[in-house]
């Protein structure tokens, strides 16, 4: 049964106890350098555009349509600075083949994005990125393809819908699932490999029968209280909106829990049509707003640059003015 008393758009009242979280003394290393502010300057020449939309994906990923061209132009008329072509990364052994570029096309996505860029340098940011499966085991592989590229993102994700997944995982217990797939989101910031966690709670749209936030909801807090720990930052995926649930991933709540660990945030439409890049980006601003966050990042040449709120949203603003 899906949890009665659960409210997408609902955060804590003053009357409900929340656990305080306790930043870690010291930063990891990693992630020890403050992040840069937005570039003020530069903007004027993107029309005062400052937002990326950092997950896309072309045809490379066999289940998208448009090529990195498209989503340039999508960019340019959402409003946006730039965006990051994510493709999801080659695996052994056919771990998730249907979902991915094979092995050996990795050169040629890292050449193709390349290409794409140069040609829209100055209109529009392309960053060259990687969504890369998180799977314990495969460590060695995602650090291998990410360390033969210059990748601006490497976005980090565990994907429970893959067969391969559920077959190793899944044992015929709903809220045991949901709780090895926190489990692994934190394990997969705690591997060093990934800049953003992608949609943090995926499982609720395989699962919305059986999703209960109040029951899961420690399980997932304990999660991110590691992922705090790590430095990493974690994306508001727009897509879920579209989904099952009709909920952002992570929803509200989580995005709550995040913001009082000071988890920094990206924003991504995780985009598959070219007209969706920067989808609901205005409706995840006001999100984030409430939800307590000041900055949103991106990512470039894998360091975390960061946006205010304000000026974020007034650059959206800006484009419904026109």
């Given at each position: 049964?899906?949890?009665?008393?659960?409210?997408?758009?609902?955060?804590?009242?003053?009357?409900?106890?929340?656990r305080a979280y306790e930043p870690p003394a010291e930063?990891?290393?990693?992630?020890?350098?403050?992040?840069?502010?937005?570039?003020?300057?530069?903007?004027?020449a993107y029309d005062g555009r400052l937002l990326f939309?950092?997950?896309?994906?072309?045809?490379?990923?066999?289940?998208?349509?448009?090529?990195?061209?498209?989503?340039?132009?999508?960019?340019?008329?959402?409003?946006?600075?730039?965006?990051?072509?994510?493709?999801?990364?080659?695996?052994?052994?056919?771990?998730?083949?249907?979902?991915?570029?094979?092995?050996?096309?990795?050169?040629?996505?890292v050449d193709d994005m390349k290409a794409t860029r140069?040609?829209?340098?100055?209109?529009?940011?392309?960053?060259?990125?990687?969504?890369?499966?998180?799977?314990?085991?495969?460590?060695?592989?995602?650090?291998?393809?990410?360390?033969?590229?210059?990748?601006?993102?490497?976005?980090?994700?565990?994907?429970?819908?893959?067969?391969?997944?559920?077959?190793?995982?899944?044992?015929?217990?709903?809220?045991?699932?949901?709780?090895?797939?926190?489990?692994?989101?934190?394990?997969?910031?705690?591997?060093?490999?990934?800049?953003?966690?992608?949609?943090?709670?995926?499982?609720?749209?395989?699962?919305?029968?059986?999703?209960?936030?109040?029951?899961?909801?420690?399980?997932?807090?304990?999660?991110?209280?590691?992922?705090?720990?790590?430095?990493?930052?974690?994306?508001?995926?727009?897509?879920?909106?579209?989904?099952?649930?009709?909920?952002?991933?992570?929803?509200?709540?989580?995005?709550?829990?995040?913001?009082?660990?000071?988890?920094?945030?990206?924003?991504?439409?995780?985009?598959?049509?070219?007209?969706?890049?920067?989808?609901?980006?205005?409706?995840?601003?006001?999100?984030?707003?409430?939800?307590?966050?000041?900055?949103?990042?991106?990512?470039?040449?894998?360091?975390?640059?960061?946006?205010?709120?304000?000026?974020?949203?007034?650059?959206?603003?800006?484009?419904?003015?026109?």
């Amino acid at each position: 049964m899906e949890d009665q008393d659960h409210n997408p758009y609902r955060f804590p009242t003053p009357s409900e106890p929340t656990r305080a979280y306790e930043p870690p003394a010291e930063p990891p290393a990693k992630h020890s350098v403050a992040p840069a502010p937005y570039e003020s300057g530069p903007s004027a020449a993107y029309d005062g555009r400052l937002l990326f939309d950092g997950h896309t994906h072309t045809p490379r990923c066999q289940h998208a349509r448009g090529e990195g061209s498209d989503y340039a132009q999508a960019a340019l008329k959402a409003g946006l600075r730039g965006f990051a072509i994510t493709c999801h990364n080659p695996m052994t052994g056919g771990y998730g083949a249907r979902m991915r570029m094979a092995p050996d096309e990795l050169d040629a996505y890292v050449d193709d994005m390349k290409a794409t860029r140069a040609l829209y340098a100055g209109r529009v940011d392309v960053l060259l990125g990687l969504e890369a499966d998180y799977v314990p085991g495969h460590e060695n592989t995602v650090a291998c393809q990410i360390n033969a590229h210059d990748f601006d993102v490497v976005i980090g994700s565990v994907h429970p819908q893959i067969p391969e997944y559920r077959a190793r995982y899944f044992v015929g217990d709903t809220f045991a699932y949901q709780q090895t797939y926190f489990e692994h989101l934190a394990d997969s910031a705690e591997s060093g490999l990934f800049d953003v966690l992608a949609h943090g709670d995926l499982i609720k749209q395989l699962m919305p029968r059986s999703w209960s936030l109040s029951r899961i909801l420690p399980h997932i807090c304990h999660a991110l209280d590691r992922i705090a720990d790590t430095g990493v930052a974690m994306e508001l995926n727009t897509s879920g909106w579209r989904k099952r649930l009709r909920e952002c991933m992570p929803g509200p709540r989580i995005l709550y829990e995040m913001s009082q660990r000071r988890i920094p945030i990206t924003l991504g439409a995780d985009a598959h049509q070219p007209e969706r890049v920067g989808e609901n980006f205005d409706q995840a601003l006001a999100l984030l707003d409430a939800a307590g966050y000041r900055h949103v990042s991106f990512f470039r040449d894998r360091e975390r640059f960061q946006v205010p709120m304000a000026a974020a949203r007034a650059s959206l603003d800006q484009l419904v003015a026109v």
